[in-house]
Each structure stands twice: as C-alpha cells, then as structure tokens.
C-alpha cells in the first residue's frame, strides 16, 4: 500500500498529486492524508471521476483516503472519448451577463439560469469562478434556480479559492467547493463549453 501526505499543500495541489500517485499505481491501494474537508471532497471527487472506489476515514484532525483503482480489462482514453455522451459545460465568471449596464446584465443572467432549467440536455456542469462565485452564495437572487439545477443532476463547482478571496466559502448555499485541478479538467472535457 503506497501512502502519501498532502497535508499542508494548497489547492488543487493534493488532487495533482494524488492524480500523479494514481498514474504509477499497479494494482495496489493508495492512501492520501489531508488536512481538510475541503481538500478530502476535492481529492474524492477526482478518485471517483477516475473509476476508483474511495474510502474516507477521519483520524484526529487529518482525513484518510483509501483509493483503489478499478480492475479489469481498461478502455482506452480514445475508446472512452468515442462512447461518451456529450458533456455540455457551463462557465461562469460574473454574476452579471454581458458587458454594460449591471442591472440588465443581472436580470440577463437571471433569464439564462432559468431558461436551462427547461433546456435538453441539461448542463453536465456549472463552473462559478470570480465574482460568478457570488450567485452560489448566500444572498443570491439565483439560488432558487441553481437549486433547482442540481436537484436536476447538474454539478454546480464553485472556485474555493474565489470563494476565499470574497469571503463567501462560509455562506455557500448550494453545489460544492472546487479547485482549479477539476475546474480545468472539465474545461478540457468539455463538450461543447458554454460562456455566456
């Protein structure tokens, strides 16, 4: 069993890691310790979007993550990318839609989370990055909507780092903290991506 700290290392720094430990896993479990929820969920997330089964365990103040690659015979990359069903990504920088007037651009915005909630196919995400982080937050005039959008299987990742800067990490009200490792994956994996 190969184990590995990530205690003490900034996002995405354990997901990257643990991505890199998982590249040269045969066969075998990987624990990951961290030092925080946050950074648990994000490398949880990773472990599972890459097949793997995760086990977290809490020890003290440190969390224990279990990580064992799936068996079998694997598809390839190509294999993988050929079967997949599109993955419409949504990305979202401000809380505001367009350039000019802040009120029309709220109401614009507003208009356009709405508007997916009747779409097909639903977005495969919601990326809130900068100030967009702001309509996951407490306050929001959107919440109701992006609520709405998740109860409908749409992944509403918020930037942590962003949410730190404004100090909104306490008051998000819906989707889950992100890192820039998983934000950018699904930026890659996005098919088509969406910049309203």
């Not at 690659?69 to 050929?82: F, H, I, M, R, V």
């Not at 609520?147 to 404004?166: M, N, P």
């Amino acid at each position: 069993m190969s184990v590995i700290d990530c205690r003490g290392l900034a996002c995405p720094q354990p997901v990257v890691t643990t991505k890199q430990a998982l590249d040269q896993l045969k066969g075998e479990e990987l624990v990951v310790i961290v030092a925080n929820s946050i950074s648990s969920n994000n490398v949880e997330r990773f472990a599972q979007s890459q097949g793997c089964s995760v086990i977290v365990e809490k020890k003290g103040e440190d969390y224990h993550l279990r990580i064992r690659k799936p068996g079998g015979s694997e598809k390839t990359e190509l294999d993988q990318k050929a079967k997949s069903p599109q993955k419409p990504v949504v990305y979202i920088n401000s809380p505001l839609l367009g350039i000019g007037d802040e009120a029309l651009g709220s109401i614009l915005m507003r208009a356009f989370l709405k508007t997916l909630l009747d779409l097909k196919p639903k977005p495969y995400r919601l990326i809130l990055i900068n100030s967009g982080v702001r309509l996951s937050s407490e306050g929001s005039e959107v919440l109701e909507t992006l609520k709405a959008l998740s109860d409908q299987g749409v992944a509403i990742l918020s930037c942590g780092t962003c949410l730190d800067f404004y100090g909104l990490k306490e008051r998000l009200r819906v989707g889950t903290v992100s890192n820039m490792f998983e934000i950018a994956q699904s930026l890659l994996d996005a098919d088509p991506l969406i910049r309203p």
